[in-house]
């Protein structure tokens, strides 16, 4: 239990094992450029169930419409208070597609409006400095999804910290390719998910 | 001439009237003596106050005797202690009043909490109140009874039966800041997390990688004029060991996680060594015994001058000890954080508070002196230390009843005026 492992969330409906290469890569690149005690391999948590609140960082990402149950509902909003960090990406990058119009409406039916972080927050110079707040995705500047780069990520923010951090840029595709693409790519696109992780760990 | 038998009742009747005339006189000194000195005069509870002013101002007893059903107020035991010095011996009983005692420590916490400590006798029924009404009540153990009062208010009193100790804040802490070293865990997170939802001030230094750390606050020098505990969660720590000591040695508070208490820097300053680790099974903690399933290192062995606060079997898993003026308590729990996320609906507030009282058993505080109201902490010590110990026999320890003595020579005098009286009638003389 000392170790960071990390968890991508599993959710009652959609597709929440939509980026199944992405845990890997990005437990490379904390492994590779942090000293945090990080499990080699992720695992898959219930939202629904006791043992999410057994890691505290959570990833949650799909395509599709997103209804929670009760259950995941309560236990959302109980992992977020008690300071857990939940990431959640949208896999479509698209502001009119099914899984951003419903994961909103969760999220604000359980938090409220969300709140927009400005570029300079801690969030983005903890360990990489990103100067211009979240790095954009191929699919972004592709013109794919919604054809918006998305400047600015939202959050729910408990006691000034980030408890749940939302994203319509679609790091699940960027981050989601096989593992030995990383050693003939120039940058390595994962690491912002090292400044998730230290934050999480650190605020 | 008059016969033997005549003789002898003649000499009857003379040694009764001697008697009487011997008796009245005895009786004339003791009265002029009970209007002078002489005499035990009583007193009770209720009528306390005005037989001290009459003590003092009609008659001076040579003794008085006073039977207590409470503890006379402080005024009331200052003038029996004063009579006692101006040579009227004061003794007094009250089998009813128990021998208790309150003290009040303020916590090294921003919640601005305080510990609560009465020593009764164990058994004894104790009503903590305030100023404003009961706070809590519980029974004494052999060691007496500690609470916690979340909002002390001017005075705290301590009821047991018809006694009532009253103790007050004597100053008021002045809390420094704390510091956290750390690797970037989930452990250094929730630690610092609670601490400044507590309302501490925290510095943190949390390493992340051997180029890179996250530094929170300005940390500089490591001494009592800035902080009033250092939290060494690992090895990380291990970068300060001389100045930990030092800080340590002169006054200042640690707390320590076992990866921290193996280090070579440390291990001198820490309550004990680190035994095999009990691993977690991932339970949720219960409500009752929360740090039950959590992960932990035994504290073994313990220093010999160690005291352990804590066990799990047999096995310490919290134990502390001074080290010069500084304290330093050493936690086997690697994961409290577990209990924060996955306990009871409860479980942050009570990890928060546990947390929060491993730093106020060690942490260094400045004092302020605050305007005290009146307290008498120890009522039944205060009058033992006044007028000495209660007396063994309920009437004190000459064991007789002036009025009973009266009733009897009234007796003897009447009995004996009637039985010379009658003898002489039987002779026929007048």
């Known amino acids: ?96 597609g099914e899984f951003h119009k419903t994961a909103h409406e969760e999220i604000e039916r359980t938090f409220g409006r969300m709140t927009r972080l400005k570029n300079d927050h801690e969030l983005y110079s903890c360990f990489f400095v ?10 972004e500047l592709n013109g794919w999804g919604d054809n918006l780069l998305h400047r600015y990520l939202d959050a729910v923010l408990v006691n000034g910290r980030i408890g749940l951090l939302y994203s319509s840029k679609d790091y699940s595709s960027e981050w989601n390719f096989h593992a030995e693409t990383k050693r003939t790519m120039q940058d390595d696109p994962t690491k912002f998910g090292v400044n998730l992780i230290v934050y999480a760990l650190t605020r | ?40 005069e009583q007193a009770t509870s209720s009528g306390l106050r005005a037989m001290l002013a009459r003590w003092s101002t009609v008659v001076t007893p040579a003794k008085v005797h006073v039977t207590l059903d409470h503890p006379p107020s402080a005024q009331e035991r200052d003038w029996l202690g004063a009579l006692s010095a101006a040579r009227t011996a004061v003794e007094w009983s009250g089998p009813s009043l128990l021998p208790i005692a309150v003290a009040f420590e303020p916590r090294a916490d921003p919640a601005r909490g305080a510990d609560v400590s009465v020593a009764a006798p164990a058994g004894t029924g104790v009503v903590l109140r ?32 018809p006694v009532v100790a009253r103790a007050a804040p004597r100053d008021s802490l002045v809390l420094g800041r704390l510091l956290v070293i750390g690797r970037a865990g989930w452990e250094t997170k929730f630690v610092t997390a609670a601490l400044e939802e507590r309302g501490w001030e925290v510095d943190a230094h949390v390493i992340v990688s051997p180029k ?22 690992d090895t990380t720590a291990a970068r300060y060991g001389e100045q930990i000591a030092r800080y340590v040695r002169s006054g200042g508070g640690l707390v320590l996680w076992a990866p921290a208490a193996r280090t070579r820097a440390l291990a001198p300053l820490a309550p004990g060594g680190v035994g095999l680790i009990m691993e977690d099974e991932g339970r949720p903690p219960s409500d009752s015994a929360p740090r039950e399933v959590l992960e932990v290192v035994p504290i073994t062995p313990l220093a010999p001058d160690a005291i352990a606060l804590e066990h799990r079997g047999v096995e310490p ?46 942490a260094y ?15 039944l010590a205060a009058l033992i230390a006044k007028l000495g110990p209660r007396a063994n026999a309920a009437m004190g320890s000459t064991g007789y009843d002036p009025a009973m003595i009266a009733w009897w020579v009234f007796a003897i005098l009447c009995s004996a005026l009637m039985i010379e009286w009658a003898s002489r009638r039987v002779r026929g003389v007048k």
Do not use: C
């Not at chain 1, 990103?130 to 699919?139: D, I, L, Q, V």
């Not at chain 2, 404003?132 to 916690?148: C, E, F, N, P």
């Not at chain 2, 898993?317 to 209990?339: C, D, E, F, K, M």
């Open chain 2, 365 to 379: 505080t400045g004092r302020v002196a605050l305007p005290s109201p009146p307290t008498d902490p120890a009522p």
């Open chain 2, 212 to 233: 890179s750390d996250v530094r929170q606050g300005r940390i500089d020098a490591i001494d009592t004029a800035r902080y009033s505990a250092v939290l060494a969660l």
């Open chain 1, 130 to 139: 990103f100067e211009n707040g979240p790095p954009n995705t191929n699919h």
């Open chain 2, 317 to 362: 898993t919290l134990a502390a000890r001074r080290v010069g003026p500084g304290r330093v308590i050493q936690t086997g729990y690697l994961n409290s954080w577990r209990w924060r996320m996955a306990g009871g609906d409860d479980a942050p507030d009570l990890h928060r508070d546990w947390i929060a009282g491993l730093v106020a058993r060690v």
């Open chain 2, 1 to 40: 001439m008059r016969s033997l038998a005549e003789r002898a009742r003649a000499g009857g009747e003379w040694t009764l009237r001697a008697a009487v005339i011997a008796l009245l006189a005895w009786s004339l000194v003791i009265a002029l003596r009970g209007e002078d000195n002489g005499g035990t």
């Open chain 1, 1 to 96: 239990m000392s170790e960071f492992v990390f968890a991508t969330l599993e959710y009652a409906s959609g597709d929440w094992e939509s980026a199944p290469a992405l845990p890997e890569n990005l437990i490379d690149t904390v492994a590779k450029h942090t000293s945090i005690d990080i499990a080699p391999v992720g695992v898959n948590v219930k939202l629904g169930f006791p043992e999410v609140f057994n890691y505290p960082f959570v990833w949650m990402t799909g395509h599709l419409p997103v209804r929670f149950t009760d259950a995941e509902r309560r236990n959302l909003k109980r992992y977020v208070e008690r300071g857990g960090f939940i990431m959640i990406d949208d896999h479509n990058h698209d502001i009119t």
């Open chain 2, 130 to 161: 305030d100023t404003i009404g009961v706070l809590d009540s519980a029974t004494a153990q052999a060691a007496g009874l500690r609470a916690y009062i979340p909002k002390p208010r001017r005075t705290v009193d301590a009821v047991a039966g």
